[in-house]
């Protein structure tokens, strides 16, 4: 006997026209009633309030959102982005080949050329996120370091236990002033939802380095003391099984980096019930690729 009790919503969010119906039909809905979900776009439901009411409703009444963000459509941009604001789980699409803005590259994306490769890949990642009793949960930084999330700095992975060398490059401004960029990125490899907000990640550097006005979008707070400059970085995203987020911090060196190589840094990563400190060393390379 087939069971009544309700199944989850995935809402859709995606351009409207003939070009993306199949898309919806066969790939996106396809999937969602084969994973065991009920799915909708706005243009299939009635209702009176005007149409973006009814879209931000529907975006927080749904289990799941999946967003088509192929076109670059700036409606969708605007959908999606309201999603993020209410921390729903959002399974985002995009035609192969297109270029996606830099936020939304940092975003783990389902790309797809042919419908028929869409639905299976789809449907998988549906039914990952409505079979994970952890939906709707958080998780705290507990366990090994490895089975809960992974920190990358320019694309090398700092160790629990180790201490890894990390290459940068400096660009010399008109004003004679060194900046070291990094990639700072944090993956989530548990099978939980992680709050950073109930994480904090600070950066203990030589006291050589110094705030950027370039790069204090991603940088909370800043304190020079007389051994070291310590920094934490502004982090208040949830992180879905698998996905990661990216910031990028522009610190400023107040000497020429050729004359120094290879001082030790740390990452200390508190939690509610424990700190965790990764080393590293920062060395000047011209070939550095962040």
């Not at 066969?26 to 706005?42: F, S």
């Not at 959002?90 to 975003?107: A, H, T, V, W």
């Not at 960029?181 to 050589?208: A, C, G, T």
Request: charged content about 25%.
């Amino acid at each position: 006997m087939e069971s009544t009790a309700p199944k989850p919503f995935v809402f859709v969010l995606m351009p409207f026209g003939p070009e993306f119906d199949d898309v919806y039909q066969l790939g996106i809905k396809a999937a969602c009633q084969e994973a065991g979900a009920h799915c909708e776009r706005v243009d299939e439901q009635i209702y009176q309030e005007n149409m973006l009411a009814r879209i931000c409703d529907q975006i927080s009444q749904s289990n799941i959102i999946i967003a088509d963000m192929s076109g670059k459509n700036p409606n969708v941009f605007f959908e999606v982005g309201y999603a993020f604001s209410e921390e729903k789980t959002i399974i985002l699409l995009c035609k192969s080949g297109e270029d996606l803005p830099f936020d939304l590259k940092q975003r783990q994306h389902i790309f797809y050329s042919k419908i028929i490769d869409l639905k299976p890949e789809l449907s998988k990642h549906i039914n990952h996120y409505l079979h994970d009793s952890s939906l709707d949960g958080s998780s705290d930084f507990s366990g090994d370091e490895g089975d809960q999330i992974a920190c990358y700095l320019n694309n090398v992975r700092l160790l629990n236990g180790a201490i890894v060398e990390i290459f940068f490059d400096s660009v010399n401004d008109i004003k004679k002033i060194f900046l070291c960029n990094l990639n700072f990125k944090i993956e989530n490899h548990s099978s939980q939802l992680l709050s950073m907000r109930d994480m904090s990640f600070e950066f203990v550097l030589p006291n050589y380095f110094r705030h950027s006005e370039f790069g204090m979008y991603d940088i909370l707070k800043f304190d020079y003391l007389k051994e070291c400059s310590k920094f934490v970085v502004n982090m208040s995203e949830k992180i879905i099984p698998r996905d990661w987020v990216v910031k990028r911090l522009a610190l400023q060196v107040m000497s020429d980096p050729k004359e120094f190589s290879g001082d030790r840094c740390q990452l200390n990563i508190y939690s509610v019930s424990r700190k965790i400190n990764l080393s590293f060393k920062l060395t000047y390379s011209s070939h550095a690729n962040p």
